[in-house]
């Protein structure tokens, strides 16, 4: 398929001398044009002057003129070059697209070659594997026969075996029976001999007995004699008569026997015939069958040389396939690279964009948990400067009054050692705020702790304010108290000062001392004491609460290192 042409064609002139002379006589006027407007700015200069300036004017443009001419032409003939130059590029460029084009439709047309030939490939193949098939069902055929072939000459093997031994055995039997007859002809001719002689003898005999008939009446004696004699006869002639009897039997049986054995033998000779014809037919088969065999077998060559040659032609169609399938492939897999690593780039993009989303939500929060923190830190560190502000006025009015109060000195010890725990529990806030800073650097450092453990931290953070500014303001409270106790002390010189009530300490009025009025104020100080076991330290809560900051550090350290 030819590649559409989509490159556009310019026009390329050359410029010509004219134009040049045209494009330098338009600057001279311009440059003309300049300097008269510049000469007429100058209303001072006389004629003579402007005469003379106007020469010199003329001679540096008409100088400036010649050497842009001649710059002019120099470029009008690097830009002619350039042109002829261009002109040769395009039409290279253009034989190299209607070469390139013809070679794509070369490509195209062997392909479509290369197809027919595998169309063809295809049929001749199939028609090959037809026939293959067809030679295999026929060498299959073949092997049948041969094998009922090779069945059938055994089966013959053993019929004439079995034959020839029937044969044998009748040839036996017809001997043992020939000897037989001529025993049994023998014997039947001693028989008959016996029993002619028997016959004879019984004529002679029944001659004799009539002699001895007639002699019988001669003499009794003689003939008791041949009474004996007689009867001896005549079982001798019953064994003899059974004896022949036995003999007839013995012949009718080996007549049977001697018929049979000629039937079988008969049998045996026409199945003899048959099989010498089946084996006839059979080896005529076998020759036919060798006969298509060895046909099959050249077709099977001719098929198989042809298949050679088909797989040469199909064998240089797939190299040449595989030349153009390389540089397709190459081409593919350069544009699947290609497009690959547009897919991952556009895929780590979206990540760092997800990463990033996250990371500026979880940023926002800290910031805001920050601000926050920071908000009451403040609020905490200005309530702390007024408390001490507070404390310094204190301070300078016991001061004040120290020369004439001698209890106003404890109490100025008790307050400044109530500054001392103030200041503590400041230093204690500022650790705590400390250490909540550091962790809300870590928080942001670390950027893993859920919306939960925010919520935790953030209402921990509350919580210590809201229990910080409670402190301070209950320590304003006993301030006041105590501001309130001073004026009253003022008010009455003779009372000591001695009974005030100090924060932090639960002390009794002095002895030969009754003011009424500062009972009152040392109950409400005593009840608004914290309830932690100590009267003498009203500042436990804030140390309780920095413990609990350094617990809280470490849980939410030992929850980020278990993540």
Known sequence: MARKNTNKQFSLRKLKTGTASVAVALTVVGAGLVAGQTVKANEEVTGRLVTNMWKMQYVKEKQRADELEKLLHSEVADYNSLVDKMKVVNDSLQTTKRDYEEIEKELGNKLKEN???????????????????????????????????IDLKHELEQEKQKAEAYRQTLEAEKAKLEEEKQISDASRQSLRRDLDASREAKKQLEAEYQKLEEEKQISEASRKGLRRDLDASREAKKQLEAEHQKLEEQNKISEASRKGLRRDLDASRE?????????????????????????LRR???????AKKQLEAEHQKLEEQNKISEASRKGLRRDLDASREAKKQLEAEHQKLEEQNKISEASRKGLRRDLDASREAKKQVEKDLANLTAELDKVKEEKQISDASRKGLRRDLDASREAKKQVEKALEE???????????????EESKKLTEKEKAELQA???????????????????????????????????????????????????AGTKPNQNKEPMKETKRQLPSTGEATNPFFTAAALAVMATAGVAAVAKRKEEN
């Open 115 to 149: 197809q027919d030939l595998e169309e063809k490939l295809k049929n001749k193949e199939f028609s090959l594997g037809e026939a293959l098939r067809y030679i295999n069902e026929l060498d299959l055929k073949l092997g049948q026969l041969n094998i009922d072939n």
């Open 271 to 295: 199945a003899k015939k048959q099989l010498e014809a089946e084996h006839q037919k059979l080896e005529e088969q076998n020759k036919i069958s060798e006969a298509s065999r060895k046909g």
């Open 299 to 305: 077709d099977l060559d001719a098929s198989r040389e």
């Open 429 to 443: 806030a500022n650790s705590k705020l400390a250490a909540l800073e550091k962790l809300n650097k870590e928080l």
């Open 460 to 510: 921990k953070l509350e919580a210590e304010a809201k229990a910080l500014k409670e402190k301070l303001a209950k320590q304003a409270e006993e301030l006041a108290k105590l501001r309130a106790g001073k004026a009253s002390d003022s008010q009455t010189p003779d009372a000591k000062p001695g009974n005030k009530v100090v924060p932090g300490k639960g002390q009794a009025p002095q």
